[in-house]
């Protein structure tokens, strides 16, 4: 019924820059917040950055200043500039829709920062 599909996924090397999209789709209406978590191996997940409606965002303090969270209402999309990436950035980046009285979740994206 609701479809939260990313890409972008990549391996990038120390200091490079990417850019992931989320866009979603299906029965959905009065989205409240999008935005991106995500999983490195044996760690919890984690919110990485959120943005509500009204233009509010969110971000963990180790992403402040080097990402970036934006969307476009009308496309249902929300996006993650993620700049200065380091090592531990490497995680799967999920997703997240808060929508129809839920919380949907993409299938996730691996993102890997290596030289």
């Known amino acids: 019924q609701v479809q939260v599909v990313e890409s972008g996924g990549v391996l990038v090397q120390p200091g490079g820059s990417q850019r992931l999209s989320c866009a979603a789709s299906?029965?959905?209406?009065?989205?409240?917040?999008m935005g991106w978590y995500r999983q490195a191996p044996g760690k919890e997940r984690e919110l990485v950055a959120l943005?509500?409606?009204?233009?509010?965002?969110n971000y963990a303090d180790s992403v402040k200043g080097r990402f970036t969270i934006s969307r476009d209402n009308a496309k249902n999309t929300v996006y993650l500039q993620m700049n200065s990436l380091k090592p531990e950035d490497t995680a799967v980046y999920y997703c997240?829709?808060?929508?129809?009285?839920?919380?949907?979740w993409g299938q996730g994206t691996l993102v890997t920062v290596s030289s």
């Open positions: 299906g029965s959905i209406f009065s989205i409240n917040a």
């Open positions: 997240h829709v808060r929508a129809n009285s839920y919380r949907y």
């Open positions: 943005i509500i409606s009204g233009g509010r965002t």
